[in-house]
């Protein structure tokens, strides 16, 4: 290291004055944010899964919107949900994120959720907030607009593991994340900039006194080093301080989305609210952007969005579907083209979700590149509530997480996943969940 004043450091190339070079394989670095993903009642798994081979394959019909990413894509597929016993959809909703079973008499898990894990790790004490959760359209049915195991997805990370409710209001949300967003935030991204480059000259300096007492070779290296130390520096003048990762996202009049319609819900979805439904595209657009603006400007670590919940009594009119979506799931009867129609619609939102990530700057990488993000649901087939095949998706980069392929695990229990997503963010355990449906980390997601 070439250290100066203060906590000024920088590594030196490798010199042959420092002896003889040895070489080694570099861990990758933990990742820095995890984001969830839920969305109701599986798939149709047959036009969700993928064709060809592992680093060679096509997204099927479902998946297919993803396909701009699917470089920054990684298919989990033939995971089973072991550790969702109790009832068909409560349960697997509680397991998703916990590996735990749910509570006797309609009762909630008996554990932690990983992203509460996570938070606890990286979020909790060093941002504004430990984690946000959030959800469009939800507790549309028999919860009445109230927090269940029908809709519980997030567990308090220490014991009694208490469900966290998300928040549902998405002017509530804009108002508490970006009302008091200091438009002078410039100014600190200024000093940023200039520090940066008083710490580029001091080096300059450094270096060139070190490169006296080198021989040919090393001089030769130490100069190759300044020269990039030089091109980073006018890179450093050209970045306009004006376009800083964190900004507010853009606000959408939200007037015509009623967010505690819930609350007025029917048993069985009779009681529609046609203006709220029509309205969910673009607040889910809004909380869409405004979970990727909370990592940009490093309010939290960890985030949560559910679309709708495990029973999704809601209709789709952008769709021209005027049942609910568990209407086509189960109470009138299978219906697969119009449950693949509803997937495939997730599906382009999680592309627009990764797209945005992908397009934040955090320093020479993308929000995309240091986070995981984890796509789930609460079951598999959705006319027999199966939860074997789980149709899972991991994204992003974090943690050496290697993206672009289809990997398939037949039988494995899904808290095997659950581990390796904590041994992502730097967690050594080699358990989560209850035991008995725990064999360990997954191989070959790094």
Partial sequence: MLRGAGAIAIALPWLEIMGTERTASA???????????????????????????????????????????????????????????????????????????????????????????????????KKAKASIEIAVRWATGKSHGLLSPMNAANFESAAPFRPIPPRLDPTEIFTDLFGTLDPSAGNDAARRLARKKSILDFLDGRYSALSSRLG??????????????????????????????CKAPERVDTSDYNP?????SSDNGSIKDTSTDAAIPKVGKLLMDMLV???????????????????????FPWLNLTEHHHFYQHDGGFRPNECELICNWYSKQHLYLLQEM?????????????????????????????????????????????????????????????????????????TFGDPRFCTGPLTNLT
């Fill in 27 to 125: 861990q990758a670095a933990p990742a820095k944010r995890f984001l969830s993903v839920y969305t109701p009642g599986g798939t149709v798994i047959n036009r969700w899964r993928p064709t060809g081979t592992e680093t060679n394959f096509t997204l099927g019909p479902i998946l297919s919107p993803l396909a701009p990413v699917q470089d920054k894509l990684l298919v989990v597929d033939g995971l089973d949900m072991k550790s969702a016993v109790g009832e068909q959809h409560q349960a697997g909703i509680i397991a998703w994120l916990s590996g735990t079973t749910q509570a006797p008499n309609g009762g909630y898990g008996g554990g932690p959720s990983i992203d509460q894990v996570i938070a606890s790790r990286i979020s909790a004490g």
């Fill in 216 to 245: 040919a070779a090393d001089a030769q290296k130490i100069d190759q080093h300044l020269t990039k130390i030089r091109e980073i520096e006018k890179g450093l003048s050209s970045v306009p301080v004006e376009t800083s990762a």
């Fill in 260 to 264: 505690r319609t819930g609350l007025n």
């Fill in 293 to 315: 603006m909370s990592f940009a400007c490093d309010m939290t670590a960890v985030g949560t969005l559910q679309w709708s919940d495990t029973e999704a009594k809601h209709t």
């Fill in 358 to 430: 992908a397009k934040v700057d955090m320093g020479g990488h993308s929000l995309l590149d240091e986070s995981v993000v984890f796509f789930g649901s609460e079951l598999s087939d959705p006319p027999s509530h199966n939860k074997s095949n789980m149709p899972f998706l991991l994204a992003g980069g974090g943690g050496g997480l290697r993206t672009g392929r289809w990997v398939r695990y037949p039988n494995l229990p899904h808290n095997n996943l659950l581990v390796s997503i904590l041994n992502l963010f730097g967690d050594s355990r080699t």
